[in-house]
């Protein structure tokens, strides 16, 4: 028999599964979690007869597995879970036999540190584990953050304090290689003098040389010493600002480059060394990716929203767009249907029995898309049918609706809209139109 269970490696906690589990901030959660990113109820975990399988129930910041990000799926032994900022570990005990694994008991930057302290190392080896143990510490912060601009401040408090650098900062580049505010907070990371601020682009001073040639080339640029740089020659800049050293390095992802991690300093006693250009380089191929990823996350997530925000707008309009119509005439028939090219449109129309022998048909299109839209256009063909009873010309009916939409009309929302009256005696069609191809050629 298969037994399931979840460690929380926050809080070393090993939980059963059971039949059903709901994973969660929630109080009513089965397991929960200390975390604001979860949602209340933000995963389910079901035991089949070969297994357990999961899936995410509509959270707002989503699942990681095994550092990919998913919606559902079959869990295996081992795997990692991670919601916001808390790492679950998926374990499978079979007839009771639990299997010991190093990774869930121990990190591999712990087994560093054991390794340095608890064995004698000659000082060369003592170093580079030293190194090693604080290159995993900062890797493991950054890859532990999916927020985009916690990630930024998180990249610079943990490397700057690290090569105690003077001042630094995350600069995010499009794809015309050209560096932008982030698109999260509109400002720029820095870190200057031990505090993280958000700083306008204007407001900080850098080599823009350096910049640039490492947004254009892709390439690492070191100047331990900006006065004694070999031959290369110091830029205008550099002079400009008394640069004494600078590490600049890219922020490189699987397609392009999101950006460069910039550091320097006008201390005249302060040089950057070697150690301090491989760390940077190593939280660099690091950062990159992690950014990459909190983009696409919030990508996923805004189409995530998107599709549920519109099938809610087409559930509201499925509500008001009837298709047919109880109604014994032989003088006519009528159906209506809406086909839109995507989940929701903005295209409407209504049937409106007058009295016994006046009909009045109307057709609609409303800008945008979304809940609101669908809401407007709800409200117009209500009032439309109010006003078709009460006013006997099509041109003052539209007139009416103009004048009540334009009140409530927020964000430039319009309609386009024809109106038609039909004296089922006569046979005399009067319409009025308003924005719309003419009903009649």
């Known amino acids: 028999m298969l037994n399931g269970y979840i460690i929380n490696r926050t809080t070393n906690h090993r939980v059963r599964i059971g039949e059903r589990m709901i994973i969660g901030r929630g109080l009513d959660a089965d397991l929960c979690i200390d975390d604001r990113v979860a949602s209340r109820s ?136 050209q560096i932008t505010p982030c698109p999260i907070c509109g400002h720029i990371h820095s870190y200057i003098e031990g505090e993280l601020t958000h700083a306008e682009r204007e407001g900080l001073a850098i080599s823009n040389t350096v910049a640039e040639q490492v947004l254009r080339d892709g390439k690492c640029v070191f100047f331990q010493d900006c006065e004694t740089a070999g031959g290369a020659s110091p830029s205008e800049s550099m002079v400009a600002l008394s640069l004494r050293s600078i590490i600049c390095v890219p922020l490189r992802a699987r397609t392009r480059i999101l950006g460069i991690l910039y550091i320097d300093t006008n201390r005249p006693d302060q040089h950057y060394g070697q150690d301090d250009l491989l760390l940077a380089l190593a939280v660099g191929a690091t950062a990159g990716f992690a950014i990459e990823n909190v983009f696409m996350h919030h990508e996923q997530l805004d189409k995530q ?25 032989g003088r006519f028939e ?10 929701a449109g903005g295209d409407f129309y209504d049937f409106m029995r007058l009295d016994e022998d006046t009909i009045g048909l109307l057709v609609g299109d409303m800008s945008g898309k979304g809940v609101a839209p669908a809401m407007a256009m709800a409200q117009l063909v ?14 003052e009916v539209l007139s009416a609706l103009n004048k009540q939409f334009a009140r409530r009309s927020q964000r430039g929302m319009y309609c386009c809209m024809t109106y038609a009256r039909l004296d089922l005696k006569t046979g005399v069609l009067v319409w009025a139109n308003a924005g719309l191809l003419p009903a009649l050629f």
């Open 334 to 343: 009528v159906y209506g249907d809406a086909v839109p090219a995507k989940a």
């Open 305 to 329: 929203h998107n599709q549920q925000e519109t099938e809610t707008a087409w559930a509201l309009q499925e509500g008001f767009l009837r298709r047919d119509w109880d109604i014994d005439d």
């Open 382 to 395: 209500s009032d439309a049918r109010l006003l078709a009873k009460e006013l006997f010309s099509p041109a």
């Open 42 to 177: 933000h995963i389910e975990i079901v035991q089949e007869k070969t297994g357990f399988v999961w899936r995410d129930l509509g959270s707002r910041n989503g699942t990681y597995i095994n550092g990919v990000y998913e919606t559902s799926g079959r869990l295996h032994d081992g795997d990692h879970l991670r919601i916001g900022e808390t790492d679950l570990i998926f374990e499978l005990e079979v007839a009771g036999q639990r299997i010991e694994r190093i990774h869930a008991a121990q990190p591999f930057e712990e087994t560093l540190r054991q390794a340095s302290e608890n064995t004698p190392l000659p000082p060369e080896l003592l170093k580079t584990c030293s190194f090693l143990n604080l290159i995993y510490k900062v890797m493991g912060e950054i890859a532990a953050n999916y927020d985009a601009c916690r990630l930024q401040d998180r990249i610079l408090a943990t490397i700057m304090p690290a090569i105690k650098a003077q001042r630094g900062a995350v600069f995010l580049a499009n794809e015309l290689r």
